[in-house]
T-cell receptor
């Protein structure tokens, strides 16, 4: 049973537009959420995180939104750039432990 | 180097053989994780080391899998009697500590069992 789901395996967006990547989780104990970006033949790299005490965290072009009641988080990239083309993983966990559950990833393609 | 280093980057082996995958974490990072990513799947937690504490092996899929971490630094993941379903990318990550700290990943080892 997948505790963290990324239901869109792929997404294509025009350069300059907004990219919205979605993630749903089932465990209400999760209180810390992260997004990682992965290029081919490289390991995932940390992008942005949010704790459950917030509903929004922003870092430059990247913003993560958390809706606890819906157990849903999303990553917004504005404006999208061709270099953003990668696979994006969301991860969720209990900050009191060290285990994070990762989603299956969404492949983003930003078209020039 | 400054990042997490994994070797080999690719490993092709025959079914039934043993393999060893190596991870050099970032210097000073006390926490080390192993994950597996099978085709079309997310990152599957395998094992976690934190300092000198006993490792959390709860994610290891079978007793053919084992891992050790020597001197609190380098870690080796061993898969005995490999099976075709073991084919995956094995990723290692390290962090300053567990619990809420950002994990830094290596590039992974792509294992192919023929």
């Amino acid at each position: 049973d997948q505790q963290v789901k990324q239901n869109s395996p792929s997404l294509s967006v025009q350069e300059g537009r907004i990219s919205i990547l979605n993630c749903d989780y089932t465990n209400s104990m999760f209180d810390y959420f992260l997004w990682y970006k992965k290029y081919p033949a490289e390991g995932p790299t940390f992008l942005i995180s949010i704790s459950s005490i917030k509903d929004k965290n922003e870092d430059g072009r990247f913003t993560v939104f958390l809706n606890k009641s819906a157990k849903h988080l999303s990553l917004h990239i504005v404006p999208s750039q061709p270099g953003d083309s990668a696979v994006y993983f969301c991860a969720a966990g209990d900050s009191g432990t060290y285990k994070y559950i990762f989603g299956t990833g969404t492949r983003l393609k930003v078209l020039a | 180097g400054a990042g997490v280093s994994q070797s080999p980057s690719n490993k092709v082996t025959e079914k039934g053989k043993d393999v060893e995958l190596r991870c050099d974490p970032i210097s000073g990072h006390t926490a080390l994780y192993w994950y597996r990513q099978s085709l079309g799947q997310g990152l599957e937690f395998l094992i976690y080391f934190q300092g000198n504490s006993a490792p959390d092996k709860s994610g290891l899929p079978s007793d053919r899998f084992s891992a050790e971490r020597t001197g609190g630094s380098v870690s080796t993941l061993t898969i005995q009697r490999t099976q075709q379903e073991d084919s995956a990318v094995y990723l290692c990550a390290s962090s300053l500590a567990g619990g809420g700290n950002i994990q830094y990943f290596g590039a992974g080892t792509r294992l192919s069992v023929l």
